[in-house]
């Protein structure tokens, strides 16, 4: 029978769900290797064939290390907290979870078209309550507790209340936040209990804290930056404003030195490596306080953080964000129409649009001046919407005569521009070089250059309690609450003012039912429609949710011990899976997922929960599959108006046209199908066409998958046509794994052509099996080692596209060498597995292997000896026209040579009777007989 895929694939892929075949076990004398997809969302438009790269190139790995001996967890699950099935829970009213639950199962069905050897005994949705029970958990952990500078990791907060109680805070050194009070230890234990909570929540490694959000009344919701286009929401359009909140926020900023360390230890892309260590911006520089010149601000300065402390003898105004906490305090009666007008020009703009903004200088000036600590100099103080109030100190000192911005702020406000002249300037006595009576930057400090001055003058600050040495980071602290529904409920409830934890006994705190998924009336999150949803009857609970990274934040843990009701993982569990050996996915998550769970694995190996530092050894980023638009040519008439006529690519020029995408899936090979043309659109039902040679050719471009350009394949459709296993050998075969590309079905009959030839070599003619038994010839044994040991460096080194083509050249080989020999084609069927399991599997069970999967055989040793060159094709010329190629050892003499060519039936048959004059022998090149 010719190759039945439809069957084939469908029969293995129960056999393989029946026999939980790739069930991995917590236990094993192999080696553990864990490979890991990205937690993918379920989305109700499915996969397209863009989407399984990853998930294909981690099945090949996976399916190759568990011929190599290792014991391989290789798990599956969901990130199903996402805000499209809570927009259409809003639209429709139909409870975000049965959406999500419908778009999972249709996620499944196609994953398991795929054939990917997943262990779904162990699969997790992170909105399912058995879940996110242990997502509200951590949170708990993190909410006791602090970060001690001196260990170098986090601790319980009972530790830290142990040193007040004993020592007060003054010795403690802890992460926590800007301005704590200093107390002794018995001012500590004289505290009110309520008191003390106010001072823990200055430490607790996740806390409330008022912060400058992007606010949409609206949509009665905080909005992240990339939901904000020039000041508006993307869904729906609606203004947004910056808006300060009490939003609960964790302390990452504690972990910036470890996860800029950590980055170092682990095989990652250097392209994403550096995207984090940009974030994370570590700087080193001074903190320097500006006193405020007002006698009424008495005590009070702005303090800046600054890289180039030899810059401040250059500082001619300073400039803090428009929500600085000194703003209205500085502004003076005259100017403060002109600074509430500016304050609410910036409500109106993003954050991200404040840092991409780099060529609109504006600002307003409050009235106010600040005194420079080492000359004495007047400064004025402006607001400007490029300063945010979250970045450093919120404010920063203006070098018009070293940085751009700060000089074409100076120009526009008529503001002066201090040279930088190679002058001296004299710290011991003050006195700094000037010109014309006014103070100039200079090159030189204390006879020294401004690298070599720097140290001296933070000392110099220091000693005048106007500046400290300081490293700083650009990265923030974590905001960690939506004023959304569909997400996992904090597990606080409020006394007071003040955020208490649910006892760890009522864990998960389950979402409880609304009338509608939109804020209250009242402007509180839709949690706050939940009737009668309090703690113990009577205290309110938290009402926003956690973000979108809670869940996918240590979820690989938890496939270590899906079913586990009494931990989030036991301890057995993970020490022995310990961390992911090679994690597939997107680099668009560098600066999100994987920085957040970088973070919280750092800080449950604190605390004694995990054992490695690093979550994943090794991460690969595929490329996208990008799509291959096609289009259409409608002539357009006199009036400029369309026709229904339509002409094909090359007689285009001929017309006046306009292009119009239309549905790749009713082209192939870039030939329009007509009639599905005409239902493509209701306006085309009466189309007309002008063809080339019968046929209507359409352009292309490559552009990126998307549904507005009818380019979008599913997977569903090449699986009908093709079968699975041609699908996953051709998105292999499209290039390198790291690489996007363009997809293209103009290739995948060559890759479904090569699998019938494979199906082939089993079968004699008439399509009935057969493979012989016997030894096989050396031919045969060089074909099969060199691709053993091809797909294998090809496997290691995660060069999956290029073992498609040494499949091809290996069966071209043993089908003109007619092999049929039991011991290549077992061994060929096990190499080619991990690419295409479904038919090796059938293949193998052909075989006679009863036991049912080749899932767990051996990989074939690679022999170097059956490569050795013992032989060569000579090319036979007569009279110089080559007539055949004849294979001769490389071992024989010229005479040995000789005689064997010419007692060769072909060649006699050449010759024709007629006797050579001569024979010309170049040993391992050529034979040439003269007659």
């Known amino acids: 029978m010719d190759y039945q895929f439809k069957d084939i694939e469908s029969r293995w892929q129960k056999f393989w769900a029946e026999n939980q075949t790739f069930k991995a076990s917590n236990q094993s004398e192999k080696p553990k290797f864990y490979v890991l997809d990205m937690f993918p969302y379920p989305s109700g438009a499915g996969l397209h064939v863009g989407h399984p790269l990853g998930y294909i190139a981690s099945d090949i790995f996976s399916r190759y290390k568990r011929l190599k001996g290792f014991n391989v967890l290789h798990p599956m699950g969901y990130d199903s907290f996402g805000l499209p099935a809570e927009q259409y829970a809003i639209q429709t009213g139909q409870h975000p979870a049965i959406t999500t639950e419908a778009n999972i199962n249709r996620y499944r069905e196609q994953l398991d078209n795929l054939g990917f050897s997943y262990d779904w005994s162990r699969e997790v949705r992170t909105s399912d309550p058995s879940y996110y029970k242990w997502t509200q958990w951590i949170f708990m952990q993190l909410f006791n507790a602090w970060y001690n500078l001196e260990t170098d990791k986090a601790a319980p907060i009972s530790e830290l209340i142990e040193l007040f109680e004993t020592a007060g805070n003054e010795t403690v050194k802890a992460v926590c936040d800007e301005e704590v009070e200093q107390f002794s230890a018995d001012q500590w234990l004289g505290f009110s209990a309520e008191k003390k909570e106010q001072i823990l929540l200055s430490y607790r490694l996740t806390y409330l804290k008022e912060s400058t959000v992007n606010w949409c009344p609206a949509l009665g919701t905080v909005l992240a930056n990339d939901e904000v286009k020039d000041g508006f929401s993307e869904r729906g359009g609606f203004p947004v404003e910056q808006k300060k909140m009490m939003q609960w926020s964790m302390r990452i900023t504690a972990y910036a030195d470890r996860l800029l360390q950590g980055l170092d230890t682990i095989d990652w892309p250097e392209p994403l490596k550096e995207m984090q260590r940009n974030w994370i911006g570590k700087s080193v520089g001074a903190l320097v306080a500006f006193k405020v010149e007002d006698e009424k601000l008495k005590g009070e300065a702005i303090e800046v953080f600054t890289t180039r402390v030899d810059t401040i003898f250059g500082v001619s105004f300073l400039v803090i964000a428009p929500e600085h906490e000194l703003v209205e305090q500085l ?100 006195a700094d070089a000037t010109k014309d009576g006014k103070y100039i930057n200079s090159r030189f400090i204390n006879g020294k250059n401004y690298q070599e001055a720097i140290p001296a003058l933070i000392e110099f600050l220091e000693a005048k309690s106007a500046g400290k040495a300081k490293v700083n980071y650009r990265m923030r602290d974590a905001i960690f609450g939506r004023q959304r529904y569909w997400g996992e409920p904090v597990p606080v409830y409020f006394k007071g003012e003040l955020p208490e934890l649910i006892d760890e006994k009522e864990l998960p ?103 490695e530092e690093e979550p994943f050894k090794k991460l690969i980023n595929q490329g996208m599959i990008q799509g291959r638009s096609n289009f259409v040519y409608r002539v357009i008439d006199e009036d400029g108006r369309g026709t229904n006529t339509f002409v094909s690519y090359g007689l285009r020029d001929q017309y006046k046209t306009s292009e119009i995408h239309v549905d790749v899936n009713i082209v192939e090979n870039d030939i329009l199908n007509l009639e599905k043309f005409k239902t493509f659109r209701p306006d085309f039902a009466d189309a007309e066409f002008i063809l080339e040679n019968g046929k209507y050719h359409c352009g292309h471009e490559v552009e990126k998958m998307s549904k507005s350009k009818f380019n979008v394949v599913n997977p569903d459709d090449i699986i009908e046509r093709y079968g699975a296993d041609t699908l996953r050998l051709y998105e292999m075969f499209l290039g390198p794994l790291e690489q996007s590309k363009p997809w293209n079905t103009n290739g995948i009959e060559g890759v479904f052509k090569f699998l019938r030839k494979f199906w082939k070599l089993f079968h004699d003619d008439q399509f009935n099996f057969r493979v012989t038994d016997g030894e096989p010839g050396k031919s045969e044994l060089k074909s099969l080692h060199k691709i053993i040991r091809k797909v294998e460096e090809d496997i290691e080194r995660f060069s999956f596209n290029t073992s498609v083509s040494s499949f091809m050249i290996c069966v071209n080989e043993l089908t003109d060498l007619k092999s049929s020999n039991r011991q290549i084609l077992e061994q060929l069927t096990i190499v080619l597995s991990s690419y295409a399991p479904h038919i090796t599997e059938e293949l193998w069970s052909l075989m006679g292997h009863d036991s049912g999967t080749l899932s767990y055989a051996q990989y074939p040793k690679f022999n170097p000896e059956y490569l050795v060159e013992d032989e060569f094709a000579y090319p036979i010329s007569i009279n110089g026209k080559m007539k055949m190629n004849l294979n001769i050892s490389l071992m024989l003499e010229s005479a040995e040579v000789e005689r064997f060519v010419l007692d060769n039936e072909d060649v006699k048959r050449y010759l024709d009777g007629k006797t050579p004059k001569k024979l010309i022998f170049v040993k391992g090149k050529i034979v040439n007989i003269v007659v």
């Open 331 to 430: 502004t003076t009666e005259g100017q403060k129409p002109e600074i509430d007008a500016y304050i609410a020009q910036t409500k109106k703009k993003s954050e991200l649009d404040r840092m991409a903004d780099t060529k609109t200088v504006s600002g307003a000036f409050t009235g106010s001046y600040v005194i420079n600590p080492v000359n004495g100099e007047k400064v004025p103080v402006w607001i400007a919407d490029y300063v945010l109030a979250g970045y450093g100190t919120g404010a920063v000192m203006a070098v018009p005569s070293g940085d751009q911005r700060d000089y074409l702020f100076a120009k526009k406000f008529e503001l002066p521009i201090i040279p930088i002249l190679d002058a001296q300037i004299d710290l011991d006595k003050q």
């Open 509 to 611: 705190l389950v979402l409880p039912e609304v009338d509608k998924y939109l804020p209250t009336e009242s402007g509180e999150p839709p949690l706050g429609r939940a009737e009668d949803w309090k703690y113990q009857s009577q205290y309110e609970y938290e009402l926003s949710t956690m973000p979108g990274w809670a869940g996918s934040s240590w979820y690989w843990y938890r496939y270590m011990d899906a079913q586990n009701g009494q931990e989030f993982a036991s301890k057995e569990a993970i020490e022995y899976w310990k961390d992911v050996d090679l994690y597939i996915g997107g680099s668009e998550h560098a600066t999100g997922h994987l920085l957040y769970s970088r973070f919280w694995n750092k800080f449950l190996k604190d605390l004694g929960y995990v054992v």
